[in-house]
């Protein structure tokens, strides 16, 4: 049962052999980065986690699209965020079809209280891929990304979303991205080759806007 892998501590359910805090910065930075975007009708998300910046964003945009690919996390997210405006989906973001694992880094590994918010995409698995094209939207406002390094997979199954809506996109820049060999220099490359531009920094995150917006 799940529910015996899990404790509430300050209203949110938590995987009880992870970090029992949340930080306070936590509760500011969804408010934030929604401040840059041009309009509060569809955010994606991910990695949704225990959903901390769901709950958030769920009160600020019309519908939120919310992916986390750990069964304790994405158990924890359900508990915690059950608006009618946010749809969970317990998979990852990436630039094909196909199966994946997770894994925590190996200092993160095996220890009583680990990093549950550090998994990261591996070769072999059986959670399932998909694009953010795939979810024909509609509208996209903000797209926000925290996936410990796969950002620019996710980003290239997003072309097209990327090209119709021009949606504020934040990124979590920092050394996860040895997990895939990229550096930060590949990412804002990647991001200035579709005409964005970064605009500001809220500690990890890098808020990049569309060239003509700014």
Request: hydrophobic share 35%.
């Amino acid at each position: 049962m799940m529910e015996n892998y899990i404790e509430k501590i300050n209203n949110f359910y938590m995987p009880s052999n992870g970090i029992r805090k949340l930080m306070p910065e936590w509760q500011k930075q969804p408010k934030q980065i929604s401040s840059y975007t041009r309009n509060q009708k569809v955010c994606i998300e991910a990695g949704g986690y225990i959903g901390h910046y769901t709950s958030i964003y769920s009160d600020i945009f019309d519908t939120v699209y919310s992916f986390e690919p750990d069964p304790l996390n994405f158990y924890c997210l359900n508990k915690n965020v059950q608006n009618d405006n946010v749809i969970k989906m317990q998979c990852c973001l990436g630039d094909s079809h196909g199966l994946v694992g997770i894994t925590l880094p190996v200092k993160h590994r095996d220890k009583e209280v680990v990093r549950t918010g550090m998994y990261y995409v591996t070769d072999n698995g059986v959670i399932p891929t998909i694009l953010i094209d795939d979810l024909k939207l509609e509208a996209c406002d903000l797209i926000q990304l925290d996936i410990e390094g796969y950002e620019i997979h996710a980003l290239r199954g997003a072309l097209s979303t990327i090209e119709e809506f021009r949606p504020t996109i934040c990124l979590e820049i920092n050394k996860s991205l040895k997990n895939f060999n990229y550096s930060k220099k590949d990412v804002y490359n990647f991001l200035h080759s579709l005409n964005y531009i970064e605009t500001d920094f809220i500690n990890e995150d890098v808020i990049f806007q569309p060239k003509e917006f700014v």
